[in-house]
């Protein structure tokens, strides 16, 4: 298949207005086939794009893949028409059509028509110059209407330029011939974070010359409007300069002598930009960034509606300012002209305020804070807004501080020292005027209860630190400058006693937290007893379940859920053996061996210290024969010296036999049993009777 273009048009569509042309173009032609008969009708795939040489070059443009009907081997398509890209080209260059159909590129490409350049009718060729030489303007626009007689625009360069060598023309002239409401001659924009709506330049080194001048006639108009509405960066509304030693960077002047006039007057709604901006470059001679004058007993030479920012040293009553803010006369300064009176001094991101409050008080506040007030009857507050003393101090306070002898005395309501100062002998006292220490305390004494990183030390004769805090660490330590947990107590040769006292006769305790809070270890009593002692470990909720305690009778008791021994276990050393012990309703002692039988007959004698822990009431004897000729076994004397074992039916055999002997512990022939709940475990485990 092959494409044979009978007709091409590359045509503008009817404009609505020259400002509203549509970016499409009407591409026509006609298809047929190798022998040169048009082809079927109906729908062909087609894609269109432009490039920018006759073959190989750059795509600059595609359709896409079109559904074109084709009749009769014609067809017509508008390029650019949506859903298709926009058609965007600027028409500066020569550009070529490829056409494929169904996958088959037409070749060669067809160069575009001078028809579709009429694209360029929308704006004026970039570096067109239009030069006259004429006594009239040599490019003039007028506008009856509301819009701009001449308008130009730029995103890098400049919108309009305008240059005259006559002496006495103008580069760029506006007029607005209104005579009353808000009419500009001039008027400026400028988008950019750091660009200048209107910029104005006198070159001339000499001679009362102006960057901009501008003049009105109208009670309500501008001399001259700059207005940046970009709303950052440095932009300004109107910028003049000029490097003359007398000249004027801006120059403006209100003729009229009546009425709110202005000889200049600047906007600009940028964060960062400028309303009037004028920099007066010579180094020498009395210049002016901006100076402003009015005839006007209601107007204004300088008018601030707003924030106002000097570098410079600026003087109030005075031409000569030395510091920052020079004030010849009395300053008053208030938020409304009703309102109390305040001086307000900022630094960084501080501020300090000297507030007459009109109540009879007077506040300096520094940050948004109240330092110092001084109230009406004369009582002084540092630290407080409501002192309650000649002077009240909530906070530190240094006395003396260039030194001298001048001693330091603070008197109370009952002590006539309740702080006192030696300055000859650097030493204070405190509840004493005769200290014999740096510092002499007569009663009791707090340190750092506010806070803060202020360590303490106690030094002893010999040991320098005999007690010593870190305040930062919230750490006490007892002989050591370092201490490295909370209470760290390092004693070298010497015993650690440690006493914990309790109130109101109640006996003292000692509690091990866990992290969670809750007790791990504790050293007390025992509940009923307490001149008894106690430790108990507690498992994860505080609850006792172990312990060791001395009972009434002052028997020492362990307890538990279980009393076990552990060892490592030989055949797998990964692992331990542990044994629990035997229970039972009695405190024993047991003894067991084996014994020889000799013709029937056998004595076994207890050994002392089995004697010693055991009672013969209630003992009883178990045998185990060790050969199977036995007869069967019997005690025939049973004391806690020993017992005689004999053979039955006057047997007369000879062998080994077992025995073990359990005996109730001297001491505990009355072990209770059954015992009511202890106080604290009672009030911890509700259900522990239940439980036992």
Known sequence: MRVVISVLMLSMLIAVSLAEIPQVITYQGKVSDAGGAP????????????????????????????????????????????????????????????????????????????????????????????????????????????????????????????????????????????????????????????????????TATTGVNYGIRGMHVSNNGAGVLGYASGTTGVA?????????????????????????????????????GFGVYASANASSGTNYGVYGTTNSTDGFAGYFDGHGHFSGNVGIGTDSPDRSLSVVGYVRGANAADEAEYVEIAHEDSNAVINWNGDGRFD??????????????????????????????????????????NDFRVEGD?????????????????????????????GDAVFNEGGGNNDFRVEGDTDQYLFSTDAQHDRIGIGTEYPEERLDIRIAGG??????????????????????????????????????????VCRWDGIRMAGMQVDAAGDGIVWGDTKSFRMANPKDPGTEIWYACIEGPEAAAYLRGTARLENGRATISFPEHFQSVAIAE????????????????????????GIDVEELWDGTGTYDFDYTVMAVRTGHEDYQVIRPVEREDAEERPGLASEL
Not at 92 to 110: L, T
Request: overall charge negative; hydrophobic content about 35%.
């Open 39 to 202: 082809v079927a009708d109906g729908d062909y795939t087609m894609t269109f794009s432009i490039h920018d040489a006759a073959s190989g070059g750059t795509s600059l443009w595609s359709s896409g893949a079109l559904t074109v009907a084709v009749n009769g081997g014609v067809f017509s398509v508008l390029l650019g028409e949506s859903p298709q890209p926009t058609l965007s080209l600027d028409f500066s260059a020569d550009y070529w059509v490829e056409v494929n159909i169904a996958g088959d590129v037409q070749a060669p490409r067809v160069k575009m028509g001078s028809v579709g350049y009429a694209y360029m009718a929308s704006g004026i060729v970039p570096q067109t110059e239009v030069v006259g030489s004429s006594g009239y303007p040599t490019l003039k626009g007028s506008n009856s209407g509301a819009g701009a007689g001449l308008r130009g625009e730029s995103d890098l360069g400049i919108g309009v330029r305008g240059e005259t060598q006559a002496t006495d023309s103008k580069g760029v002239y506006g007029v607005a011939n209104a005579t009353e409401g808000q009419t500009t001659g001039v008027y400026g924009v400028s988008q950019s974070t750091g660009g200048t709506g209107v910029v104005g330049e006198a």
């Open 236 to 272: 300004a509304g109107v910028a003049g300069y000029s490097s003359s030693s007398t000249g004027s960077g801006v120059a403006g002047r209100a003729t009229s002598s009546t009425g709110v006039n202005y000889g200049l007057y600047g906007s600009s709604n940028s964060t960062g």
């Open 364 to 405: 300096i506040r520094y940050a948004d804070t109240t330092r110092v007030t001084v109230e009406q009857d004369g009582d002084v507050g540092i630290g407080t807004t409501t002192p309650g003393a000649t002077l009240d101090v909530r906070g530190s306070a240094v006395f003396n501080e260039d030194g001298g002898n």
């Open 414 to 442: 009952t002590r006539a020292n309740l702080l006192f100062v030696d300055a000859s002998l650097d030493q204070v006292g405190i509840g004493t005027a005769l200290p014999n220490a740096l510092l002499d305390v007569r």
């Open 495 to 536: 015993a650690l006693r440690c006493q914990v006292h309790a109130e109101s006769g109640e006996p003292g305790e000692l509690t091990v937290y866990g992290v969670n809070e809750n007790r791990n270890v504790i050293l007390s009593s025992t509940n009923d007893y307490d001149n008894n002692g106690m430790v108990a």
């Open 618 to 641: 209630g003992m009883t004897v178990q045998l185990t024969p060790l050969s199977a000729e036995c007869k069967g076994l019997a005690v025939t004397r049973k004391s806690i010296q």
